[in-house]
């Protein structure tokens, strides 16, 4: 099973109703998307920025995943995010997650959110840790 289909694979519940639609995946980079649905909104209208931040979260996550030793585990240990522009209700917003470290120990990502038209949304920098 290729990467792509193996993170695809994998149950997150919390995560799941956010509809997060994995794209691409490369041990170094995640792509993925996500549309802008009313019970993801706050007023008036855009995605709230805890959507934002799960969103974020669960690609760094995978990302970390992507790169796990056999029997190892991840947690996010901290994260920063700035918010840049609403997405509106009706939007699809992409993320693009890339690696800024990949330890042993620790794995750094960030994740670039965008519109449609490539405005952003927000950046998400990461840390997960290697349990």
Do not use: Y
């Given at each position: 099973?290729?990467?792509?289909?193996?993170?695809?694979?994998?149950?997150?519940?919390?995560?799941?109703?956010?509809?997060?639609?994995?794209?691409?995946?490369?041990?170094?980079?995640?792509?993925?998307?996500?549309?802008?649905?009313?019970?993801?909104?706050?007023?008036?209208?855009?995605?709230?920025?805890?959507?934002?931040?799960?969103?974020?979260?669960?690609?760094?996550?995978?990302?970390?995943?992507?790169?796990?030793?056999?029997?190892?585990?991840?947690?996010?240990?901290?994260?920063?995010?700035?918010?840049?522009?609403?997405a509106?209700?009706?939007?699809?917003?992409?993320?693009?997650?890339?690696?800024?470290?990949?330890?042993?120990?620790t794995?750094?990502?960030?994740?670039?959110?965008?519109?449609?038209?490539?405005?952003?949304?927000?950046l998400?920098?990461?840390?997960?840790?290697?349990?």
């Amino acid at each position: 099973m290729d990467l792509l289909a193996r993170l695809q694979a994998m149950r997150l519940p919390f995560a799941e109703p956010l509809g997060i639609e994995l794209l691409s995946a490369a041990p170094e980079r995640l792509v993925a998307r996500m549309a802008v649905r009313p019970e993801l909104c706050t007023v008036p209208s855009v995605l709230h920025g805890g959507a934002i931040m799960t969103f974020a979260d669960t690609l760094g996550a995978l990302a970390t995943v992507a790169n796990l030793p056999d029997g190892a585990g991840t947690t996010t240990v901290e994260s920063k995010t700035n918010f840049l522009r609403a997405a509106p209700v009706g939007a699809t917003i992409t993320a693009e997650t890339t690696a800024v470290h990949r330890g042993r120990r620790t794995m750094v990502w960030q994740t670039r959110i965008m519109l449609a038209d490539g405005k952003p949304v927000a950046l998400v920098t990461q840390t997960q840790l290697v349990l």
